[in-house]
């Protein structure tokens, strides 16, 4: 299950990421490298302004909402306690030894 919600949100943010590149910014952007110029012929050019921001907001609310619902409902609980990659090492072997009380040496008197 968890897989599954894992794979669609990485389909998501693909697409999320194609159609945010594909739209066309005041200065062309990078809508040329990826077909994004001749898109407009197929819908119109104020169309396809419409149909892309509606695309990029759809999937964006999807992104979210997905996360979302991963972190809380499908990802595993933490009723196991693994211990960290650190905590399970052994000490090394060239440990220094335990720290010696601080002793003050006695003044000589006067």
């Known amino acids: 299950m968890y897989t599954?919600?894992?794979?669609v949100e990485i389909v998501v943010s693909i697409l999320l990421t194609i159609v945010v590149l594909m739209q066309a910014s005041k200065?062309?952007?990078?809508a040329g490298s990826f077909g994004g110029a001749n898109i407009g012929?197929?819908?119109g050019v104020r169309r396809t302004s419409d149909f892309l921001s509606k695309t990029t907001t759809i999937l964006a609310t999807l992104f979210i909402v997905l996360a979302l619902f991963i972190n809380l409902v499908v990802l595993p609980k933490g009723d196991r306690v693994t211990p960290s990659v650190i905590q399970s090492q052994a000490p090394p072997s060239g440990a220094l030894p335990p720290?010696?009380?601080?002793?003050v040496p006695p003044q000589p008197q006067q």
Request: no cysteine; aromatic share 18%; net charge neutral.
């Open 4 to 7: 599954f919600f894992l794979v």
């Open 27 to 30: 200065g062309g952007g990078l």
């Open 41 to 43: 012929t197929v819908f």
């Open 99 to 103: 720290a010696q009380p601080l002793t």
